[in-house]
């Protein structure tokens, strides 16, 4: 069993910026691909961002492409979102997301206008 946890949300005005952390508990993290989703209030999760277990491949939804960068830390078993632009419409809680089937327990982001 894979436990992640999540930090690094808050409260922001749209146009800054945060980083999101993601803390895995095990060592095989490495053989991951990690991604980010959201879910904002009322409607369902979705795929914000996604990374391979060597971090040569990234994918992002259209909305934050530009914007957002994901990257991993196979050292610190730590994935990363970095959140620039941000937007009012990307408020939501970010969860994190391991090879689809383990996920962390979500942090609040609020982008104010």
């Known amino acids: 069993q894979v436990q992640l946890v999540e930090s690094g949300g808050g409260l922001v005005q749209a146009g800054g910026s945060l980083r999101l952390s993601c803390a895995a508990s095990?060592?095989?993290?490495?053989?991951?691909?990690m991604g980010w989703f959201r879910q904002a209030p009322g409607k369902e999760r979705e795929f914000v961002a996604r990374i391979t277990w060597s971090g040569a491949s990234t994918t992002y939804a259209d909305s934050v492409k530009g914007r957002f960068t994901i990257s991993r830390d196979n050292a610190k078993n730590t994935v990363y979102l970095q959140m620039n632009s941000l937007k009012p419409e990307d408020t939501a809680v970010y969860y994190c997301?391991?090879?689809?089937?383990?996920w962390g327990q979500g942090t609040q982001v609020t982008v104010s206008s």
């Open positions: 095990r060592r095989t993290f490495t053989s991951y691909t």
């Open positions: 997301n391991a090879d689809l089937i383990h």
